[in-house]
């Protein structure tokens, strides 16, 4: 009795493990896969910069909160020619006199006050290093995403070699039974040409789809960052989490790092606002100095002046106008707040309706799922009584080509429900802040 090779959908995931990727076709899991992709992204380096860059700015002294302290020294050596009448009757000519002047100072500046400005500014720095970091948080989850989808959609496509190298087994043990019967005198040279000429275009069909199956693993190699002739092989599965509900993925948006960074947008807009609006206050400075100052000539009357002494004060600002430039910034200021508020209720409002949307592809592609497992257990049985009864001649080329049609349809049908339900599963989580591995 015929009976073809059956396809298995489901097969447990393998244990993953770690391993670096040398030269040689090494074999790449999913956790593989997404740890070299977070190692080598330059995307995320980026970010991991700007984290750094932000963290590093975090600072009170960045904020003007800190004195301001500075040393400064001159020395100026001066040759003159010297001639000086003075109104006691003495004169003085001297040609090629020598000078010097040497100053040097140490001063020292403090911000008191001026209108808390300094306070909004460092709170301004600390919002802004952890919206860097959600941005950073955002773009692990969506690498970790894109790895994910383009792995699978790699298992995706050895799904469709497999269906065809069952196709081919069949069309194989077709061109078999029309050869021995046409040693019998029982089939003619066109059922042969027909069976010869159906599994050449399988055998095509397959190279063309390990074409596909290649250049979707260099696009996995592009976002692991790594060298594009690189061989990987991949044995895995497609299996779904059924568990999600809409109710917990709208309840946990909130967890979303897009989300949370134009929370933080909106923070720093309103520290903005307290900055500039600070500008019109008054600014209280306490300052202290210490000076130097020596200046020596061989000619003149003044040979030697000699000084030195501490000083301190303090200094007040006052804007009193400049053309309304502080209020208008604060109005800017104002309005670009009500910008980002509004920014983040659009981002809401629209990964609302993008959850919703793929919550609804998630279920549907589930509950078509089981219906397509029958269809191809159907269609596998179909395909086996057909060749059966082809080889009693109780059927026709025509109806074994049909019955494989329909179960190489209904293989791909099913392997294409896999993959959009894991593809929604992943954008789901992606979503909520929550990818899974």
Do not use: C, H
């Not at 500075?70 to 009757?89: H, M, P, R, V, Y």
């Not at 500008?279 to 202290?288: E, G």
């Amino acid at each position: 009795m015929l009976k073809i090779k059956e396809i298995k959908i489901f097969l447990p995931l393998v244990t993953f493990s770690f391993f670096y990727i040398a030269g040689s076709s090494q074999s790449l899991d999913l956790r593989d896969a997404i740890n070299i992709a977070l190692k080598n992204s330059l995307e995320v380096e980026l970010l991991k910069n700007n984290v750094e860059i932000n963290n590093t700015n975090n600072y009170i002294g960045v904020a003007g909160g800190l004195p301001v302290v500075s040393a400064n020294a001159t020395d100026n050596e001066q040759l003159n020619n010297i001639n000086q009448k003075l109104n006691t009757g003495t004169e003085i000519k001297r040609n090629g006199a020598t000078g010097n002047t040497f100053n040097a100072g140490l001063t020292a500046g403090m911000l008191l006050y001026n209108g808390s400005r300094v306070v909004a500014a460092k709170k301004r720095l600390e919002q802004l290093q952890l919206q860097s970091e959600q941005y950073l948080n955002s773009q692990i989850q969506n690498t970790m995403a894109a790895v994910m989808t383009a792995y699978y959609d790699i298992v995706r496509q050895q799904y469709y070699i497999r269906t065809i190298d069952v196709s081919i087994e069949v069309s194989q043990k077709r061109l078999e039974i029309v050869k021995t019967q046409q040693s019998v005198g029982m089939a003619n040279n066109a059922d042969l040409y027909q069976s010869q000429l159906d599994l050449n275009a399988l055998m095509q069909t397959k190279q063309s789809q390990q074409l596909v199956i290649d250049q979707s693993k260099t696009e996995l190699l592009l976002l692991l960052n790594l060298k594009p002739d690189s061989t990987i092989t991949i044995s895995d599965t497609i299996t779904m989490d059924k568990a999600i509900i809409l109710g917990d993925v709208l309840e946990k948006l909130s967890n979303n790092a897009d989300i949370i960074a134009a929370d933080d947008q909106v923070k720093i807009s309103d520290l903005i606002i307290r900055e500039t609006a600070a500008q019109r206050y008054p600014s209280i400075r306490a300052n202290a100095a210490y000076n130097y100052n020596r200046n020596q000539s061989t000619g003149g009357q003044l040979l030697l002046n000699q000084n030195n002494g501490a000083s301190g004060g303090l200094s007040i600002a006052i804007p009193i106008y400049n053309g309304a430039i502080f209020k208008r910034q604060q109005k800017v200021a104002e309005l670009n707040s009500k910008n980002a508020a509004i920014q983040k209720d659009i981002l809401i409002r629209n990964y609302a309706s993008g959850a919703v949307k793929t919550y609804q592809a998630y279920v549907n592609n589930l509950q078509q799922l089981e219906t397509q497992k029958q269809t191809v257990e159907l269609s596998q049985k179909l395909l086996d009584l057909v060749l059966q009864r082809f080889q009693l001649k109780q059927a026709t080329i025509v109806d074994v080509r049909q019955a494989q049609q329909t179960f190489e349809a209904a293989s791909y049908t099913l392997t294409n429900l896999n993959f959009a339900a894991k593809s929604s599963e992943i954008e789901l989580n992606r979503l909520v802040n929550q990818i899974k591995f």
